[in-house]
């Protein structure tokens, strides 16, 4: 249209040519309008849809939890319980389709998708048994541009006569000392915030799957245990989630009792969640190259896009060197301008990522929502080298935020940068979740499939305090949250921050409890002198009580606390499929971290426990869990000291 107009504003508009040249053209350009309309619906058309089911070659049993994904594309699924799958809305023409699951060797298949019909596409699986040769211990996929660049290293290397290797990994993790047996004369009380985060246990997959052990401080059992869906029923009365408790025998020390204390939020559905004004804030410094960073973070946001209803909004703010704004804020029936901006990301320069965090924020408070959802989602592998960007500072910035409704999500991206302990601080301090994504299976889980729960928060500061009777217990540890501990004043202070909930969340806290009159294993102390001896008579009232549990929590935009509290009878029994899997992670980390308290469990008892525990398992995260596990005992990870190189700072 516009060389039209051109033709039409030129001086010579008297001449007979011109006025035949303007004609033709115009006809020109309605004809070709008339074609491309013509043809709008048969684009649209050129679409098909996959489907079939994946089966064990050797059992014909069904699996579920397959990952199917078409390559070039941000279609991929799960097989269902029946090990079956379908990709709607899938390109026609030839097709590549990758089908992966732990434990089992990768296929990929070539298919040819027709234009609106379905192309069956059966798989069987032939399971594989990992070996150490396989692996190349830490390493990335191989690209052309990593090939060049360890050319040249090798080069550089020759020049200045180095003889061995330097390895610039800089991944990082907080310190953490396993949670001790307190004695309940001395400490009666256990206060400890909520953690929804599930970083730790996707990072942990991504080190084991390379054939690697995890550093210990990588290890947060509390996350790993939350990984998982767990069924607690119904959510119903005042309160947006529920409290539910469980007592059973701690399988690797019968003689002590192990407490499950579970929260379980209600759900909602997407259609149903407020409206979202979301900003993504995105890092694309140079560190962000690799193909499990930014182009992985491209198909991951790609994969939210889809979600968005005309009533959202969202805006892309990108840092590098310096922070910008490449989208301003679109509403979410713009999925093909939003997409768009994100294909057009390219990673290069330095870290500003203080920046990008004042960014962000502005963008986010011009367009606030006061009934929706006002969120930043960061991604990054967490390296904030450049500018004002102090761990102080930022958290300043971010509670500041915080207050005033905006909340901060934070998802982790790629290997050997990660700075796992910074990106863990911001976002607790920013009322959100930190995620790790070591693939697109893990994408679609966080922002598809957990949307409600990663993007909409029902409760905010979720404190938990437990009161222990010492007529029936003698001392008691807390299994994980090493970080989350409070003070027990910090319960009734309505000013101390602690973890929010979020919609179809559920936490559950392990207690590993000491029975009133046995030893409690921990160093020598000496008798208090003023405190009730372990003889002296019961409080006859709370007889039978194990335990007092309280839960203190606020309103998504409250000030003020609201409580729930309930006992806990001290009544063992037959514990169900979902307090067995979790105690088999608990296990398991419990193994990972070398705890002193793991007594002779092993990586088969673990196995046992997690099979028994595996029950309804619709999208296939509990079987590869036992498939994790298997890997790490048969690589015989566990055996093998860490490397030097993985001993990653503190």
Known sequence: MRSVTTVLRKPALGSRLARHMARAAILAFLALLAVELATVPQIQAQ??????????AASGQALPGVQVAVEGTTRLTLTNEAGRYQLQSVPAGPRTVTIE????????????????QTTVLDVTMVPRTLSIDELIVGAEPETPR???????????ERMVGFATRIDFNTESYARIDENDFRLVSASPLSTFSID?????????????????????????IEEMINYFPYDWGNVSGEHPFAVTTEVWEAPWKPQHRLVRIGLHAESIDTGDLPPGNLVFLLDVSGSMMPDNKLPLLKKAFALLVDQLRPEDRVAIVVYAGAAGLVLPSTRGSEKAEILAALEDLQAGGSTAGGAGLRLAYEV??????????????????????????SDAEMVRLIERERESGTFLTVLGFGTGNLKDAKMEQIADHGNGNFHYVDGLLEARKVLVEEMGGTLLTLAKDVKLQVEFNPARVAGYRLIGYENRLLADEDFNDDTK????LGAGHTVTALYEVVPAGAQVPRGEVDP??????????????????????KVRYKDPDGTRSRLLQQPVADRPRSPSSDFRFATAVAGFGMLLRESDHAGDLTLNDVVRLAEK???NDPRGYRGEFIRLVEATRDLGLLERELLPERRYRR
């Open 364 to 389: 986010a408070r011009k367009h606030h929502l006061d009934d929706g959802n006002n969120r930043v989602i960061l991604a990054t592998d967490g390296d904030f080298n450049v500018g004002a960007s």
């Open 528 to 549: 208090l002198r003023y405190q009730p001896r372990p003889d002296d008579p019961p409080l006859s009232d709370f007889d039978d009580e194990l335990m007092f549990v």
């Open 497 to 500: 921050d602690a973890g929010e």
């Open 101 to 116: 699951l732990i434990g089992y060797a990768g296929q990929r298949r070539q298919v040819m998708v027709a234009p609106g």
């Open 196 to 220: 929804v985060d599930r970083a730790s246990y996707a990072n942990i997959r991504r080190f084991i799957q390379s054939g690697d052990r995890p550093p210990i401080d990588a290890v947060r």
């Open 146 to 156: 990593m090939r060049r660049a360890a050319e040249a290293a090798v080069a550089l």
């Open 47 to 56: 679409v098909g849809a996959i489907a079939g089911q994946i089966t064990d």
């Open 613 to 615: 525990g595996k029950g």
